[in-house]
């Protein structure tokens, strides 16, 4: 079974910091990341790790930012959220699946989260 566990939302003024953590169980998928979706808003990207390497893959929002990093032996994968701004506001879903392309995970057979609630005010 598979089973995705978040941690690290909460509620921070623009310009702060929030770092989120999933932890990994079940089968293995070479890929994971976080998605986001805010109110009114379709899901989307936002940063994936390649889980057997390094490789990763960014949003353009995000870019210089954001960093996603995994700790192998714990079966976690981090997002570092620095300079935080109000259009981040989101719940933010963890994802684990198949390293698609430069894109990140395929939809195909993902697995997610229950989700975590970042808001940024401004």
């Known amino acids: 079974t598979q089973r995705l566990m978040e941690s690290g939302g909460g509620s921070v003024q623009a310009g702060g910091s929030l770092k989120l953590a999933c932890v990994a169980s079940?089968?293995?998928?070479?890929?994971m990341g976080w998605f986001r979706q805010a109110p009114g808003k379709e899901r989307e990207r936002v940063a994936f790790?390649?889980?057997?390497?390094?490789?990763?893959a960014y949003a353009d929002s995000v870019k210089g930012r954001f960093t996603i990093s995994q700790d192998i032996a714990k079966n976690t994968v981090y997002l570092q959220m620095n300079n935080l701004k109000p259009e981040d506001t989101a719940t933010y879903y963890c994802?684990?699946?198949?390293?698609?392309?430069?894109?990140?995970?395929?939809?195909?057979?993902?697995?997610w989260g229950q989700g975590t609630q970042v808001t940024v005010s401004s």
């Open positions: 079940g089968y293995i998928r070479n890929c």
């Open positions: 790790i390649y889980t057997n390497g390094t490789t990763t």
């Open positions: 994802a684990r699946g198949w390293w698609a392309d430069r894109n990140g995970c395929s939809l195909e057979s993902i697995h």
